[in-house]
């Protein structure tokens, strides 16, 4: 295998397929990317039998073959030679060291066998069905946070992407993540071939690959999906993913109908608050308090060891008319909710203890739900 490669389009690639690679496995290929070179382009290929990544750039090839090599190190190598620069790969074959010159420089990285590196293949995908980048983007930037870490329930590690009628008629994709203490429900209009998918749960690794590739996307995004593979195509990039085995709890079982106390208030205003009052304490599950009156909501959050804080904001920012009203809630949940909206939050409570409604009063799109913490 012998040939030359942009810099600047080399790393890129190199860092879309390098951050798949497991930084700690107990299987050594599992640490290298494959790299193919045929007829003028090369492909690279990472995974770690979860997931795989393909990608095809341009390159001037003067012997077609393939040969591994360590994805971080390589990675590494090409992120530090100086912009502008061509890289020229050679490998002779066998068990040989793969030699990189790049002007003056000159490297040589130990390979593994070829045949060693394993196959993800993603078999049958009998749905396939394209999204823009934008409404992809949006799907999973208004749901991921809400994804559960908690290892025990595995069915929660992931996006749950199914396809259904909703109340009002409409045929929809909706996309929905939860880790008990929060609900995160996004819905857009079914693309066409999306009618027939199963629901299926998308890991949270790979929601965080697709994520980083839609960075530079701004075509179509292809996704295609079986009971048990998803597969996104992204131009010359391929993400194929296992999916998660398991069954995505009743979601729809946990989201209020009947919460009547309505509270309105600019997302900027009320960000900037919970923001301050939460600063008295460095405790990540310190609850910040909400106190309801008509027009007037007053935030207020104490430590034990630093003090209390506490912020007003009243009528011209805050529309209220219900009773009076005192609630406690997380304030990194607060702030993951509200950094999704844009104009104006819409609060639906029912009392002080039972599980809130929020949403973009400009985006019927999405909706959260909040579980309220005893202050």
Known sequence: MKFKAERAVLLKALAHVQSVVEKRNTIPILANLLMSVKEGALTLTATDMEIAIVEQVAATTQRDGSATAPAATLYEIVRKLPEGADVEFDHPGGDAPLALRAGRYTTSLMVLPVDDFPSMTA?????????????????????????????????LNGIYLHALTSSDGHQVLRAVATDGHRLARVEEPLPDGAAAIPGVIIPRKTVAEARKLLEDASDDIEIALSDTRIQFTFGTVRLTSKLIDGTFPEYERVIPRDNDKILRVGKKDFAEAVARVSAISTERSRPVKLALDRDLLTLSAASPDQGSATEELDGGRVTYSSTPLEIGFQARYLNDITDQITGEVEFLFADGSAPTVVRDAADPSALYVLMPMRV
């Not at 930037?141 to 559960?148: H, K, L, N, Q, V």
């Open 123 to 155: 078999g049958t995908l009998p749905h396939s069905f394209h999204l823009s980048a934008q409404l992809l983007r949006g799907m999973i930037d208004r749901t991921r946070f809400a994804i559960s870490t908690e290892e025990t329930r595995y069915y």
